[in-house]
C-alpha cells in the first residue's frame, strides 16, 4: 500500500505520486479495453484470478454540525483491497482483504468502524453455479462463508462505495434466475461485527479481527421481475433483523421486519425514467444503546425519483427526487417509529458520508434536484444537485448530528444542501480521480435546539484517486 504524507500541506505531492505511480504500474503491462490488469503480467495460471484497488481521499469540513463538535476537520482516508482466488468453472473460490486506515485524524474526528478497519478479511467464501437445474431452465447461484451484498437499489442492502470500509457478512446466499425472466433470491447469514470501536484505537489505525455474533442475524428474500408495464422492472423484498444484547456488546436490541417493494424504469436517452420504492417496518427496538427499554417499531419510507434524459452529445439528465423517511412522533408513547436503514447506503441519495454525511435515512423529508452530464462519455462525467432537509417528526433526532429537541419548539427545517461532483478516468478501468463538494446552509433546527453548535454553514470538499488493477 502507498502511504501518504500526514500534512495538509503535503497533500498535492501525495496524489502526484500516486498518480504517477499507478502510470508506471500500467506501463509494465498492455492496456486493454478494460485496463491493465496485474493478473495479466505476473502470467497466473489459467483458472486463477487476482484483482484489486487502492484508494486515496483527502477530505476536509469547515464548520461542523455534530452535536460537541466545533471548528474545522480534515482526514486522509486509505483503502486497499486484493480479491483473489480459483475459478474452476461452475466452482469458485475466492478471498478478499481489506486494509482501511486514516490519517490526520485527531481527537476531535469522528471516527468509527466505518473509516477504520486494518488488515481484515472481508470475504472468504465458497460459490457454485448451477446452469441448467434438474434439466429446466433454471439458473442457480449458492454464495456461503464471509462476503459482501448487494440488495436492489442498495437503500437497505450494499457494499460500500464511498465509505471507507465494507460491510461483511458470514452465512449463505442463493440466487435462482428462471426462464421467463423473474429472479428469486434467499439468504440468512450474521452481520460481521467491525473493530476495534474506540477513538484510541481507530486513531493508531490499530488491528483487530472482526468476528460474527450469533446473536446479531439478518436474512431476506426478494423475487424480482423485468418487462413489467411501462417498460418497468419491479423488486418485491422481506428482510428480518434479529440483534440481542452480550456482555461484550451493548445494541438496540432490534428484532425489526423490513417489507417494501420498488418499480423503476433504466435511464434512456429521449425517454422519462423513474424509480418508487416504498418501505414498511415493524417489531420491537429501543431508540439507542445504552436504552433498556423495548419499544413497539413502526416505522416507514419512500423514495419517488422522475428523470429525462436528453439526446445530447453531454447525455443531460435532469433528476428530480423525494425521500420521506419517518422520525418517532411522540418520545413518551412506548413507540419507535424512526425509520432504520439496515446496512444500506446513502451517498447516491444524500451526498457524501465520512466525516460529513449530514443526512440518513432516518427522521427525514427531503425533496431535490440534480442534474447529471457525461461531457466525454468514457472518461468524464459529473453533477450538480440541490436538496432541502427537514425533520419528518421535529420532537426526534437530527440523527447524524445527534441533535434533539423533545419539545419541538426549535422548528424541523434542516437547511438547503448544494453539492457538485466531477470524476475524470484518464485510464479508464485503471486510474479515476474524483472531486466533490457539499455545502450545508443551516436551517432553524441547527441554529436553535438544545446542543446544536449554532456555528453556521458548513462546507465539505474531497479529492481521491483509485487504482485498480
Known amino acids: 500500500m502507498l502511504i501518504c504524507a500526514s500534512k495538509s500541506w503535503q497533500m498535492p505531492l501525495c496524489f502526484i505520486v500516486h498518480s504517477a505511480f499507478c502510470v508506471m504500474l500500467m506501463t509494465t503491462g498492455s492496456v486493454e479495453a478494460n485496463g491493465w490488469r496485474l493478473a495479466e503480467t505476473t502470467g ?19 464548520g461542523r454540525y455534530r452535536s460537541g ?24 473460490i475466492g478471498a478478499e482483504i481489506e486494509d482501511s486506515r486514516q490519517e490526520m485524524g485527531d481527537s476531535g474526528t469522528p471516527l468509527s468502524a466505518t473509516l477504520v478497519n486494518t488488515a481484515e478479511l472481508l470475504q472468504a467464501y465458497f460459490q457454485w453455479t448451477v446452469d441448467d437445474m434438474l434439466g429446466s431452465r433454471i439458473k442457480g ?9 448487494d440488495l436492489g437499489n442498495r437503500r437497505l442492502l450494499a457494499r460500500n462505495r464511498y465509505r471507507n470500509t465494507l460491510n461483511a457478512f458470514t452465512g449463505a446466499d442463493w440466487q435462482m434466475t428462471f426462464g421467463n425472466g423473474i429472479q428469486a433470491r434467499a439468504f440468512y447469514v450474521l452481520p460481521v461485527v467491525r473493530t476495534p470501536g474506540d477513538s484510541s484505537s481507530l486513531n493508531q489505525n490499530e ?5 460474527e455474533d450469533i446473536n446479531f442475524r439478518f436474512w431476506g428474500i426478494q423475487a424480482k421481475m423485468d418487462n413489467t408495464a411501462w417498460d418497468g422492472s419491479a423488486e418485491l423484498y422481506l ?22 417493494f420498488r418499480f423503476y424504469r433504466p435511464r434512456k436517452a429521449g425517454q422519462l425514467d423513474y424509480q418508487v420504492e416504498s418501505m414498511i417496518q415493524w417489531g420491537q427496538s ?52 424512526r425509520f432504520d436503514t439496515l446496512f444500506g447506503a446513502r451517498r447516491f ?34 453533477f450538480a444537485g440541490y436538496r432541502a432537509n427537514w425533520l419528518a417528526s421535529d420532537r426526534d433526532s437530527w440523527t447524524t448530528a445527534n441533535v434533539v429537541d ?33 455545502h450545508l446552509f443551516q436551517g432553524e433546527f441547527g441554529r436553535n435546539a438544545p446542543d446544536a453548535v449554532a456555528e453556521g454553514d458548513s462546507t465539505y470538499y474531497y479529492v481521491q484517486s483509485i487504482f485498480s488493477f
Open 349 to 382: 441519495d444524500f451526498g457524501p458520508t465520512s466525516i460529513y454525511g449530514a443526512f440518513a435515512r432516518s427522521n427525514l423529508i427531503s425533496p431535490g434536484i440534480k442534474l447529471q452530464v457525461k461531457p466525454a462519455a468514457d472518461t468524464v462525467s459529473g
Open 239 to 260: 428482510l428480518g433483523l434479529d440483534e440481542n444484547d452480550t456482555d461484550e456488546r451493548a445494541t438496540r436490541n432490534r428484532k425489526i421486519y423490513t417489507g417494501g
Open 141 to 149: 447461484v449458492l454464495k456461503a462463508g464471509r462476503q459482501t451484498m
Open 69 to 92: 463538535r466545533s471548528g474545522s476537520d480534515e482526514v486522509l482516508a486509505l483503502r486497499t483491497l486484493l480479491h483473489g482466488g480459483i475459478d474452476l468453472g461452475n466452482v469458485r
Open 207 to 211: 488491528v483487530d479481527i472482526d468476528e
Open 44 to 62: 497466473i495460471p489459467d483458472g486463477i484470478f487476482l484483482s484489486g484497488s487502492f484508494r486515496v481521499r483527502y477530505e476536509n469540513l469547515n
Open 406 to 438: 423533545a419539545s419541538g419548539l426549535s422548528g424541523s427545517f434542516l437547511g438547503h444542501q448544494v453539492e457538485v461532483r466531477v470524476r475524470w478516468d484518464p485510464a479508464p478501468g485503471n486510474l479515476r480521480l474524483e472531486t466533490g463538494m457539499a
Open 286 to 337: 429501543r431508540t439507542s444503546t445504552i436504552s433498556t427499554t423495548d419499544l413497539n417499531h413502526l416505522a416507514y419510507f419512500q423514495h419517488t425519483e422522475l428523470g429525462y434524459t436528453f439526446e445530447h452529445a453531454w447525455n443531460p439528465r435532469l433528476l428530480a427526487q423525494f425521500d420521506y423517511a419517518s422520525g418517532d412522533d411522540d418520545p413518551n408513547d412506548g413507540k419507535n417509529n
